[in-house]
């Protein structure tokens, strides 16, 4: 069983994004380190990487859903990251196949069954929580910038994501290491 003291949830609201952006399609947050809110957490500050899933995902397309147009899916990606370990594909240049590294952190469906049509005025990740780990850097060190773009990698359009919200939750995991001593979590007995 994985330990718990390695598990984190961040939860983050576009509205308190650090430059106060009402346009949610490319926002910044400063997370700084986690020493500020866990300061009894040094390991983590230490690690070089982490296990990121997104779990939950609410954006408010209420009272123009139609503008969603012929989006199906929209991507979280974080910007100036790569994944080591995900992949996406692209069309086809002379300087690569379809294979490219990727940043995209989890996908949403719209429920869009038409222009006009829609399930739901809430986009909503499944309540099963289809998305899957990603390996990244430590997202506790520095600015995270996440980007909204729909299923073909293009950063959504104004009419989507200016004056509206959203809502996410990450599950962050930092794998333990033999080589990492825990020691502001055990008894230390001498």
């Known amino acids: 069983m994985k330990a718990i003291q390695n598990y984190y949830y961040l939860y983050i609201n576009s509205d308190d994004n650090n430059t106060g952006a009402t ?31 997104l779990c939950y995902f609410a954006m408010d397309l209420a009272p123009d859903a139609t503008a969603i147009g012929t989006t199906t899916t929209i991507q979280v990606r974080l910007g100036g990251t790569i994944f080591p370990n995900t992949f996406e594909t692209s069309p086809p240049t002379a300087d690569n196949n379809n294979l490219v590294s990727s940043n995209i952190l989890g996908v949403i469906p719209t ?15 499944n309540v099963d929580y289809d998305n899957t780990y990603v390996v990244m850097g430590n997202i506790f060190k520095g600015q995270l910038n996440i980007q909204l773009t729909d299923q073909d990698g293009t950063v959504l359009a104004d009419t989507l994501t200016n004056n509206k919200s959203y809502n996410m939750k990450l599950e962050i995991y930092f794998p333990e290491d033999e080589q990492f001593i825990f020691n502001n979590n055990k008894n230390l007995i001498n």
């Open 111 to 125: 429920g869009r069954e038409d222009a006009t049509d829609f399930n739901s005025l809430y986009l909503y990740s």
């Open 23 to 53: 346009n949610c399609k490319n926002i910044n947050f400063n997370l700084a380190s986690i020493l500020q809110s866990a300061p009894n957490r040094q390991f983590i500050e230490d690690q070089a990487y982490c296990y990121v899933k």
